[in-house]
């Protein structure tokens, strides 16, 4: 193929002990000039749906012969699976504990298996770090061009998370808060939103179909004209970018990944409003 | 050339989002085969001065067929514009709000455009995310061989910061601490200073020449007779290296940067001192 | 030979400065087409000790072509030697302090000199910073291909570390806390433990021979009658892993490196029980 393998890494490993590190030799030793690339290591301990959501930002600006590993793993060593699927946009790796919900709510699956074949795990399995023994091989092997139907049967009932938040009613739309950044950035539940070619027309166009509960109605709307709720506090107006208000006010605004994020001007949005992650936002239209 | 394109990313991001992972993607879509090299994700947020200094005490280590990518950008969505310039020591890719003055204070610049040509960058660009939209692909295009003169047209005015303090007088400098360093040295505007090969014997050569009230005057000295002023304390003589005073011990030497600097031997400066990014120091020769 | 050169880095450099990317252009300057991989760059500042764990944790799993680089340099500038040495499973860069004293308790050195040849350096060697004027240009020539003879003269007398405390009696083995994880799991120096085929058998066959005190006796034991005494507190069993104790519970099992671990199902050991490195933790079988 002459293509370069692609192997992104998120896990909730942080940086400092060389569990990342170590499975980057791993997977180095069977695809030598593959390229390494790290989403996140800071997935808070065990939050599959942190690591959920990062990977959903993030998947979609890849090539589509990536291979996306994921190792937030709070069932290790249990009787939790341990899977790869590939889509028209890129294969998966890790857990199955829900950790690729929200990528299989937007990409059809085309595979989807077990890692049982003991070909492509290391010699020896220990019970605790299925990051370094199981899934980095599988990556590496499935970005080597391994077809995923050699790593194991297929299955059809992989684990998903619960939908966020999201009600849709004429006018109004009912979300949580998904995610907070480094920035202090509030990221809702509420998308994908686009803008028009009108001016300040948004078009609100819900991703999380797949999931339960999910629902996929559009919602048209003035921008200017909106209202969002959160933390007892009414914001007016979602906006396009941040210049648009002065420094340190606060504005709602689509964000970088289409969603509804509530945020300050070069200040931090949860350090003013004090929101945590499941928190009611609703947007007013 | 069949060299192999090398980019370096500076921003203020951190790596928990997944953002830098998702502008490796978007590089590593233009440029498969390319080198990307951390330089700092961890600037603090909107510090355009921290970065332009750290992107200073690195860019000279890496070959000059480099693209130094950097995104603190606190006025994306602004009117602000965004930039690419070469030198002969590598290209340079962000927005045009002074990040690069430490940079152009040092090396002559050959190109200097804003990057307004559609053809690099994402299809759809964002008005949050410009990292990702518009200066990742550049980036990529530029280290791919794309010449510079194709991104939009010449600009000669580049926004820069003012100078770092730096009062040259007969036998005394007085300067500003400019930056804190991981292990707590700090790092002040006093450089470049150079061992003469004579014993002892320092060269002080101010580099911040070319930002608003720099000076060159060159200043040649005793290292061991010198005295260094900084929160109420005085520092006898400047050192070549930690190994040259007892553990615990506050010492001013000559950092990695070239630049003044005030440490502790296996302890943090800034723990003992209390300094703060802008307090005065002095060096009296 | 076609195999793409292999640098992983440990330093106590933190990510913040530009540090660690500097040291990666030097290396990209001598060998444009290396794999730099990251096993830490948060040790504690100075730490050698515990660099010397992380680096013996990881670089078993590297390619034996590998070249590990450290730099936990306290004594940089002062007449510490730079070293370099090859084993059957890979090579090694750093200061003569003692951070490989654990890699060499377990693996035979082939060749061991002093780095002393100026024309494997940068032009100028500062005093500061030998992590980029020496260690860096070091491995990455040696994994370009020059033979470590000719780096400088061989050396048999390298630093190395007391050896972690490990007494071992007829049903009893005596260790210490070595080393705290992003997770809070409490890894010991009670290893390397591997499970026998015989279910419940655990075979503990310990490493630090080659350092100061060591021991080499074996212990065979049935892991579910044993106990594991750390804090006060009494830990009953040795379990194959998390999933084996409900979430919460504090468990002892063999961890990813052979090691005897303390650890919470989903939770931080060392915030439920106070452990700081050195303390005493004991294995009665």
């Not at 074949?117 to 290391?122: H, K």
């Amino acid at each position: 193929m002459g293509q370069i393998p692609l192997v992104t890494l998120t896990t909730d490993f942080g940086t400092a002990d060389g569990y990342v590190g170590t499975m980057r030799g791993v997977i180095l030793n069977i695809v030598p000039n593959a390229q390494l690339i790290d989403i996140s290591h800071q997935i808070s301990p065990q939050d599959v749906r942190q690591a959920a959501y990062v990977l959903y930002a993030a998947y979609a600006f890849f090539s589509p012969h990536t291979v996306h590993l994921v190792v937030v793993d709070p069932g290790v060593g249990s009787v939790r699976r341990s899977i790869a699927l590939c889509t028209p946009v890129g294969c998966f790796v890790g857990p199955d504990n829900g950790v690729f919900s929200y990528v299989m709510a937007r990409e059809p699956i085309e595979e989807l298996v077990e890692l049982t074949n003991p070909r492509y795990q290391l010699p020896v399995v220990g019970h605790t770090f299925h990051g370094r023994d199981v899934f980095a091989p599988a990556a590496a092997h499935l970005a080597a061009g391994v077809p995923i139907t050699a790593f194991g049967p297929p299955i059809d009932d992989p684990i998903t998370l619960p939908s966020p938040r999201l009600e849709i009613t004429p006018g109004n739309a009912v979300g949580e808060v998904l995610h907070i950044d480094h920035f202090g950035n509030v990221i809702t539940s509420i998308g994908l939103l686009a803008w028009c070619e009108e001016k300040d027309i948004l078009l609100l166009d819900p991703v999380f179909k797949g999931i339960e509960n999910g629902k996929r109605e559009r919602l048209r709307f003035e921008a200017r004209g909106a209202t969002v709720a959160a933390a007892g506090r009414e914001i007016a107006g979602v906006h396009r970018t941040f210049a648009q208000v002065e420094c340190g006010q606060v504005l709602a605004l689509v964000g970088s990944s289409g969603h509804l994020e509530i945020a300050v001007r070069e200040g931090s949005a949860i350090q003013r409003l004090g929101l945590q992650l499941g928190d009611v936002v609703s947007l007013s239209v």
